[in-house]
């Protein structure tokens, strides 16, 4: 798979399963924008994609404020040139059982794993019906496959990621553009070591990935390898699709 010279927005790329895909992409021959809150690990990321010979930008961004968004579109369409490849991974979690949840709670949730990715396809889309072709790929949850306790928000603000996904698919697909999403299940990233250190991994993660068809938890790199076929060009015919990254826990 090459992908020489397309330019990549990665937000979320500082950490976890982003990171893995900034330097997948990389790989595969992409110039990468990386997008997150997290400056200093977002650099240390972004020497990797350098090292792999590839031109980076890296913007501090986050992803819910329309304002920062399309500063940091310009910034990357100015130093890399336009963006035809979105990869929306920026995301955050919480427990909490529904009579605990606070507005404050739900509304965070929802600004960030939802309008953040709206914001972000929105800001950079007119790139893509420019080019005739584009791939966005937005990273869901398996929570929302299988329903996940004391995180109602986290999980509808991830089923919303997947109905946008695909009403978009029906709305840009005649424009060469393709819209899927990626829900991981359990991949060993920072995101998932909080959930555990909060007990919401009965056994720890090693055991959680032991249940799995495959024994094991999953890896960044298995997300990154799905999103890199997404957003190759012989995944041309694949538009609204949900492509689960699970290990087996959850076959549809
Ligand atoms: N790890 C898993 O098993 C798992 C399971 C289901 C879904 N996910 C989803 O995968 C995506 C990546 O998660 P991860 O496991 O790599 O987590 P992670 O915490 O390692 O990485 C998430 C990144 O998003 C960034 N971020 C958070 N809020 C942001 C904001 N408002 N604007 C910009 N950046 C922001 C963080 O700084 C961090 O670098 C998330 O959307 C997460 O919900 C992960």
């Known amino acids: 798979m090459t992908q020489q010279n397309k330019v990549a927005v990665v937000t979320g790329g500082a950490s976890g399963i982003g990171a893995a895909i900034c330097r997948y992409l990389a790989k595969d021959g992409m110039d990468i924008g990386i997008w997150d809150m997290n400056e200093a690990a ?4 972004a020497e990797e994609v350098k090292a792999l010979g ?14 920062v968004v399309t500063a940091a579109a310009n910034q990357v369409r100015s130093e890399l040139g336009p963006v035809t490849v979105l990869v929306n991974s920026a995301g955050i979690h919480g427990t ?12 965070r949730m929802m600004a960030i794993n939802l309008k953040g990715t709206f914001i972000c396809t929105q800001v950079l889309v007119s790139d893509m019906i420019a080019a005739e072709w584009g791939r966005i790929i937005n990273i869901s949850s398996s929570s929302t496959q299988t329903g996940s306790p ?7 603000s991830k089923g919303g990621v997947i ?5 978009l698919a ?26 555990e250190k909060a007990g919401g991994l009965p056994g720890g993660i090693e055991a959680v990935g032991a249940r799995n068809p495959v024994k094991r938890a999953g890896r960044p ?4 390898a799905a999103v890199a076929f997404l957003a190759s060009e012989g995944a041309g015919y694949i538009t ?10 959850y076959m549809s």
Do not use: Q
Not at 96 to 107: A, G, T, V
Not at 150 to 156: D, L
Not at 240 to 249: D, E, K, M, Y
């Open 42 to 45: 977002m650099a240390e990321v």
């Open 54 to 67: 590839r031109r980076v930008v890296t913007c501090k961004v986050d992803v819910s404020n329309r304002g």
């Open 96 to 107: 909490s059982p529904i009579l605990e949840m606070s507005d404050d709670d739900w509304d």
């Open 150 to 156: 004391n995180m109602s928000h986290y999980v509808a």
């Open 163 to 167: 109905a946008f996904s695909k009403a």
């Open 170 to 195: 029906v709305e840009l697909g005649g424009k060469g553009i393709t819209v899927n999403n990626v829900p991981p299940g359990s991949i060993d990233t920072p995101m998932l070591r909080n959930l």
């Open 221 to 224: 790199d298995d997300m990154a």
């Open 240 to 249: 609204g699709h949900t492509l689960s990254v699970n290990g087996g826990r």
